[in-house]
């Protein structure tokens, strides 16, 4: 397993800078990272996996060690499929704590190669989700604080306010 190879991964609908947060510091420690997009069959988010690609590459294009994939199934597979070693986690506050302790111990057992790798949010994104910003912007609120300023007019348009 590839200690030098993390994946970032989550479902990104859309990228906020609380993920170009995690993004970016990780990208200062570890020599590659994948940032890699949960393609969920059963969940219909609001912005299609290639919109969310094109998202995600826009706000990263400065990161020349950062690359960019999709995938289903258990992150614990996506990992030994890669031989990548790391698994790169944000955490805002104590309910993510929670769920991510849960996790990482899960994902371990189900790869015991894997080690999680978890960094702080830093203080202005820990209020930020990709939820909280597509209701923002579905009342046509001012998304610009949260999300990468390369995609604030798409996201914006795309999820035009509710008359
Ligand atoms: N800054 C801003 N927002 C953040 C954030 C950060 N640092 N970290 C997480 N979030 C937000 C996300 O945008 C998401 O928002 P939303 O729920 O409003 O859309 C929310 O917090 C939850 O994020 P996360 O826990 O990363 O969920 P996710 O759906 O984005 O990704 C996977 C979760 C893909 C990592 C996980 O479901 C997975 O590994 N799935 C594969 C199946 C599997 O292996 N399951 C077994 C695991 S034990």
Known sequence: MNRDLCVYAGSFDPVTTGHLDIIRRGAAIFPRMIVAILCNPSKKGAFSMEERLS???????????????????????????????????????????????????????????????????????VFVSSSAVREIAMFGGDISPYVPAHIAEEVARKLRPIK
């Open 55 to 125: 998202m995600l590459k826009k706000s990263c294009a400065d990161l020349p060690n950062v690359s960019f994939d999709s995938f289903d199934g258990l992150l614990a597979d996506y990992l030994r499929k890669k031989e990548a070693g790391i698994i790169l986690r944000g955490l805002r506050n104590f309910s993510d704590f929670e769920s991510e302790f849960q996790m990482a111990q899960l994902n371990r057992q189900l790869n015991p190669d894997i080690e999680t790798f978890f960094l702080m949010a830093s203080p202005e994104h």
